[in-house]
């Protein structure tokens, strides 16, 4: 135990003093050292400004991992303490304390907070810190004949003034700058809302659009079939043709639309099967092979053997088509698309690469992102909702795997790579 008397307002500093010496042993942060140096000097000018006298005690309970550090603030019955000078220091002690005890009655005042556990304090280390610190307070307490000189009293009042003024700018300073933090977080999320809310108002003009064009198209085969006397049995399956193509077209749109809101809401079931990506990789080519034939372009392919996951293999086939999709949709005709499968350590690596149109590596960032279509449409668009590559990424996350992309700008082609975990089997 640690004690300091409480005698005149020298006696304000020596207590801080004592305080921030005391709650450095205790392990406690710089910010709780200096609340603590402030609550107690508060207190102790509280005191002695009234005319009390009286005894300041720090003291340690319990045990580990529950050891506490005790402040006793005491004037005795005969000085009952005045609660109108002590209301800031008690909420500020409130704030601070785990516990506290105010007897206005008795005249004293107990605070207790446990200490952080990371300080591994003993009763052994902390009475060896309290011996160093009432060493460095032995010159004090022999010159007490000077804290009598009023001259000195003064001088130490303003030191101890001074010390307090700055401890409470520190806080000051400190909770500005929390302040400031917050503020600018605050107004990050109000940036990103507004920037969100905006996308999403784009993406459903985009959607209009790309519904209209399907449903024109519908609606004139509707039109023709209603006079279909006219019309012979070569026009009429065309019509149908047409008809099929055109809701395959909207199908694929609405399921897109469900994938995401299965995302959103947490519902996405994936199957659990030990897959082959060089399968699924020759599956997703298959699917997008008459987009690819369209514009004669060519697929090279260098398959591994080893490139084996757990994990779905519709959703992994649906992956792999939608990156081919845009491979060959922004690469010229006659271009090459290149598929490399290999090893890295513990995962298994499908790279698709083209010659296209390239991307603004500004956008590469954000393009995985949802309804972020019209921020791409400069760059690379001409039909979709902008749902794939999101799409992409939120299927590869949930195999714990990763999706990126690269690209030296425009023109320059870009490359997209999904590295999944291995699975090395038996």
Known sequence: MLTVELLNEFDVFSA???????AAICGFSSLNQVRLGTIVSDIVRSVVSSGAVGTLQFSLGGAMPSTRLGISIATGTANPLDRSALAEPLRLANDWADTIDYDQAGGSIVMWRECPASSSLTRDSFATGLAKVDASTADIRRGSALRQDPLHQKIAGL??????????????????????????????????????????GEFLAVLAHELRSPLSAVNGAADLLINARHLDAARIAGIGRLVKRQVGYMSRLAEDLLDVSRFERGTMALGREVVDLDQVTEAAIEQVGALIAA???????????????????????????????????????????RIRLAIDGEHAIVEIADDGIGIDPQLIPTMFDLYVQADLAAAARDSGLGLGLALVKRLVEAHAGTVSARSDGKDAGSTFSVRLPRHRGQ
Request: aromatic share 4%.
């Open 16 to 22: 801080r003093q004592r305080a921030l010496q005391v």
């Open 159 to 200: 030191t101890a003034d001074n010390s307090v003024l700055a401890a409470r700018a520190d806080m000051l300073e400190r909770q500005a700058r929390q302040f400031e933090e917050r503020q600018l977080s605050n107004e990050a999320r109000y940036a990103a809302a507004v920037k969100a809310d905006a996308q999403k």
């Open 295 to 337: 514009k004669v372009q060519a697929v090279r392919m260098v398959a591994c053997a080893d490139a084996v996951v757990i994990g779905d293999r519709t959703r992994l086939t649906q992956v792999m088509s939608n990156l081919l999709s845009n491979a060959s949709r922004y690469s010229p005709s006659g271009s090459e698309i």
